[in-house]
């Protein structure tokens, strides 16, 4: 009897590997197939899933198959390339993301990857023998795409605003792509907003050294989830029948109130693992940005995991694996430095150097933008150079570090009790985001493409699940150009979450080309 297909996307990456070992285990039931850049064939990751599968080596672009695992060497920005994946398939599992910060180094990588490539797999679906009806299709989303939620706000849920960062194309170009599935045709799709997921692996751990570290305000909330826990939730998926009410809707994936913590403990935990005693003797305060990020708490991440049932690690687990995956030499010096004040202030000396080169000699780094007088990017991240010049040193007139402190839901400008929404409804939402909604007659059906006008005049068309459900508006006003300063003064929606950490009287713009003040900077440092 033939199994089942099952096509991933991203089987290599943080997440994705993960998720293809579940699938192995699950080889019984289904057939695997999997799509890898042959670029990547060096990592190895899959030699020992070939020799069991009896799949033949290609040297190059290709397809290889062999016993239930099909590897289609090619680039999701290919078409011809997509449509091979998916031919035949039932499930479609995206796992595919190219990340911040090399996203922010190589915008045009992430528009092919994050975007064109999802557009790309849509269409694929679509030219499948009743495609649309009979595949079903997992989309990953990102935290990312709500943008920065500081104390007050700190706990979101599906439906608030969409509002990438500033700079943050990584979100801009999830935002698009998410928006391609939930207007698509295809009946079975869900999308999983995906919170920071935390590697268990060392190495990969230490891959993420960046000066975006610096990005994030140390009093950001997070919800974090650990890569296997990610991976487990996406198989999982293929758990649920095609008539349950999970489909069609969009996720909080978070790993729950045991993966929470502000982003200070998880920063000073992290220096903590070499030897020294944290964050405080290894930076420099400043060098932490005042707002412009994007984490926060999920209310409604339980919601998902009530369907997938992932939730299995908790943060203290998180650390206790990562303890265990440190190389012996760093487990050594780490454990002599708990004893030896010498060994502990030579380790905390390099680690500053490290760092303070990142923050103030690598073009995304905090301490660079203000050294060179990047007016943008100050605005941006500290709202002026008073603001940075300001911050204190370390101890110093804190900020709230309360992990649970009140907040505020918000408002997504109708009534969520009633079980079947009418026109009013629509109506309703829609000036509540200072526009209009120019359909006249409506008979319930969420997925009903509609027409809509948004405070700056643009007519666009999109499903009342999109808007009112997922926090999409007007696709002209999504940023590029990041102009949220204008927008929140007539579009109530966003302003909840744009004052919370902006002031009326701001009135910045960021060109889409703003961004190319860091295009290949890890380039060029990588020459140093």
């Known amino acids: 009897m033939r199994k089942p297909k099952v096509a991933l996307f991203g089987a290599s990456g943080t997440m994705g590997y993960q998720a293809f070992k579940e699938l192995w285990k699950r080889r019984d039931h289904y057939d695997i197939v999997i799509m890898v850049l042959p670029s990547e064939r060096k990592l190895g990751l899959f030699r020992k899933y070939e020799r069991e599968a009896r799949v033949p080596t290609l040297e190059g672009a290709g397809v290889a198959e062999g016993d239930g695992l099909k590897i289609v060497w090619g680039d999701a920005t290919n078409y011809a390339d997509v449509e091979e994946t998916v031919r035949g398939v039932e499930w479609v599992l995206d796992a595919m993301a190219y990340i911040s910060p090399q996203a922010d180094y190589h915008p045009e990588v992430a528009k092919a990857v994050n975007t064109d490539a999802i557009v790309n797999i849509v269409k694929a679906i679509g030219a499948q023998p009743d495609g649309a009806e009979r595949i079903k299709f997992i989309y990953t989303g990102t935290v990312a795409e709500t943008g920065n939620r500081p104390q007050g706000i700190h706990v979101g849920r599906v439906g608030d605003p969409l509002k990438p960062s500033v700079f943050d194309f990584y979100a801009v170009t999830k935002i698009a792509g998410e928006r391609a599935v939930l207007e698509s045709d295809i009946k079975h799709w869900v999308s999983l907003r995906m919170t920071f997921i935390m590697p268990t692996n060392y190495k990969e751990l230490v891959s993420l050294t960046d ?261 999409h508006w007007c696709p002209q006003c999504m940023a590029p150009p990041w102009d949220f300063d204008q927008q929140a003064q007539t579009n109530p929606f966003l302003a909840q979450v744009w004052y919370a950490d902006h002031d009326h009287d701001e009135m910045n713009y960021y060109a889409e080309e703003s961004i190319h003040d860091i295009l290949n900077a890890d380039l060029e440092w990588g020459k140093r």
């Open 211 to 471: 000066p975006i570290s610096f990005h994030m305000p140390i009093d950001a909330y997070m919800e974090n989830l650990t890569d296997r826990d990610a991976g487990i939730g996406l198989v999982n998926c293929l758990d649920i029948p095609d008539d349950s009410d999970f489909w069609r809707r969009v996720y909080n994936m978070g790993g729950g109130p045991r993966m929470r913590c502000l982003a200070y403990t998880y920063v000073n935990k992290n220096f903590q693992l070499s030897g020294s005693s944290g964050v405080q003797a290894c930076t420099e305060r400043k060098w932490f940005a005042l707002r412009n990020f994007h984490m926060q708490y999920y209310e409604d991440s339980f919601i998902l995991n009530d369907y997938l049932h992932y939730w299995r690690d908790s943060m203290d687990d998180y650390w206790q694996v990562i303890t265990r995956d440190l190389p012996l030499s760093l487990k050594v010096i780490a454990f002599i430095a708990r004893f030896s004040s010498t060994i502990r202030k030579s380790v905390e000396r390099s680690t500053y150097k490290i760092m303070s080169e990142l923050a103030e000699n690598h073009k995304n780094g905090t301490a660079y933008w203000y050294k060179n007088r990047n007016d943008l990017r100050i605005s941006a991240f500290y709202k002026d150079y008073g603001n940075y010049e300001s911050i204190p040193d370390w101890g110093v007139d804190m900020p709230d570090l309360d992990p649970d402190p009140e907040w505020q839901r918000l408002d997504h400008g109708y009534d969520e009790s009633k079980a079947i929404l009418d026109l009013s409804d629509l109506q309703g939402a829609a000036q509540f985001r200072g526009g209009e909604c120019l359909t006249e007659a409506w008979d319930g059906d969420m997925h009903t493409t509609l027409d809509w006008k948004c405070a700056a005049q643009h007519e666009f068309q999109a499903k009342a699940t999109t808007i009112l459900k997922a926090g």
